[in-house]
């Protein structure tokens, strides 16, 4: 940015909010640069400025709610990170009811930045001359009700993959540096294990309104943006606000038929699989009969044979900032 883009900048986010919350993710690529720069700028400016990390997930906790009680009004929220630090950090908003007195700025600093890309950001600069208009937009999240040992309740902004995909993402967690380059190795990897082995399945019922099934799958995906991992096409014409729930369940394929399928995914035309069913719901229950890995944006979770998951859309759950709208 220029100094006299800087300047309007610093302006424009003073006029909006006396106070900021800064958050980075230390092992994003550009998080800690980006925001080292971004800091300066807003400590030079006078503001009030509180930071944390999301390498300790219980002080960002802390931090939100300690903000929620203080001060009243809208607060400005900036992460620097990808999709796993927004995860941590819409997690901790929601879960410390600070939601409807929060804004929150993502700024793509990670690997994927399906979350970003879903607002119209492309681009740190994208995201901070956003800042200047601070275009506003309540997205909606996925609600996720874990009934296993113990509840647990959680959110998801993104996207929860089961079966295959969950383990193609724990198995990825070996080559993040070199981000969705290392995704898409252990996916590759994963597709010849299965020509010589067998694509594996997991057990699960599956119930919604429009759709209840129950048997071994490959894997299921229940979506609130329409793309994920930069290229995968998982749901056509989803909109991170239309208090839909898309759902894609892949059912046992060999190996040359999945790879074909998970061509189409990358065209958005996976509906046109014969072993690949989609729909569109507002809830819906799910319950593991095997053990199971799952991914929620991007993060990796094991859950035991027997957990029940309920996945339900929060409508207009959260402020964000937004690219404004193309004009025709």
Known sequence: MTNPEKRRLVDRIKTIEKR???????????????????????????????????????????????????????????????????????????????????????????????????????????????????????????????????????????????????????????????????YWYAAVRQATIAIFKGVDTYRMKIKADTFEREGAFIGTMFSNIATYGKSLNIAPGAKINDGKLYVTVAHPMNAIHAFFAGLLVLKGQHDKSRTVDTFVCTDVEIELLDDMNAQEDGEVYAYPKGTKIHLTVEKGALNVLAAPAPTN
């Not at 990390?53 to 709610?65: A, F, K, L, R, Y």
């Not at 001060?71 to 929601?94: E, L, P, T, Y």
Request: neutral net charge; proline residues 4%.
């Open 20 to 182: 900021m919350l800064i958050i980075v993710n230390p092992m994003s690529k550009r998080g800690p640069q980006i925001a080292s720069g971004v800091r300066s700028l807003v400590r030079r400016a006078g503001m009030d400025l509180e930071e944390t990390s999301t390498d300790h997930p219980d002080d960002i906790g802390s931090t939100v709610e300690f903000w929620s009680r203080r001060f009243g009004g809208s607060r400005v929220i900036m992460v620097f990170g990808g999709d796993g630090a927004v995860n941590q950090v819409v997690n901790n908003v929601m879960l410390s009811r600070s939601n409807k007195n929060v804004v929150l700025v993502p700024i793509p600093a990670g690997t994927a930045n399906d979350f970003c890309r879903a607002l119209g950001f492309d681009s740190v600069e994208s995201s901070l001359e956003a800042m200047v208009d601070f275009n506003l937009r309540s997205v909606d999240l996925i609600k996720i009700e874990v009934d296993g040992p113990g509840r647990q309740v959680k959110y998801c902004s993104n996207i929860i993959g089961l079966g295959v995909d969950g383990d193609i993402a724990m198995n990825s967690q070996k080559y993040s540096r070199f981000g969705v380059v290392g």
